[in-house]
């Protein structure tokens, strides 16, 4: 092999030899790249995302542990308006917490007035004041465990 004006001559015979080299860099150069991608693919672990619409929740009634078993209301507000929810069994209401303007909020309805089945109704009232409308909900049969979709509209 000789070098001549920036390229290589190979004497015969010789190209077997250089096939082989040529062979092995690109061996260990695909290794080396499963090797870097290997670690760095391991190296984090998975994030903890919040629950879809829980940021900027205000949960008045939570005490820090979930439990799998939570009574839970998910307000999606399309209103411009940020809203106060309550609930409703019977004559009893209840402040709920507050869901942000244009999203999603998740709010736990606590077990003191979830025993058993009940027939529960939501309301959500503008936090601002001035011609704004509140929004009441049907009768929904809740029970523990469940999930309520509280849906409040866009308006002008």
Not at 124 to 147: C, K, N
Request: aromatic content about 6%.
């Amino acid at each position: 092999m000789r070098w001549s004006s920036g390229r290589v001559e190979v004497a015969e015979g010789g190209g077997d030899v250089t096939r082989r080299r040529v062979r092995t860099i690109w061996i260990l150069a695909i290794g080396m790249l499963a090797l870097v991608s290997a670690c760095a693919t391991g190296s984090g672990g998975p994030k903890k995302t919040p629950a879809p619409g829980t940021q900027g929740a205000v949960d008045l009634n939570g005490d820090g542990r979930g439990t799998s078993n939570e009574t839970t209301v998910v307000v999606d507000n399309q209103n411009l308006n940020e809203m106060t929810i309550y609930a409703y069994q019977g004559t009893q209401r209840m402040r709920l917490g507050r869901a942000k303007s244009q999203g999603l909020t998740q709010l736990k309805i606590p077990s003191s007035i979830v025993n058993g089945v009940v027939q529960m109704r939501f309301l959500a009232e503008p936090m601002v004041t001035g011609g704004q409308r509140a929004y009441l909900s049907e009768m929904i049969p809740v029970q523990p465990g469940d999930q309520v979709d509280f849906l409040i509209p866009y308006t002008r």
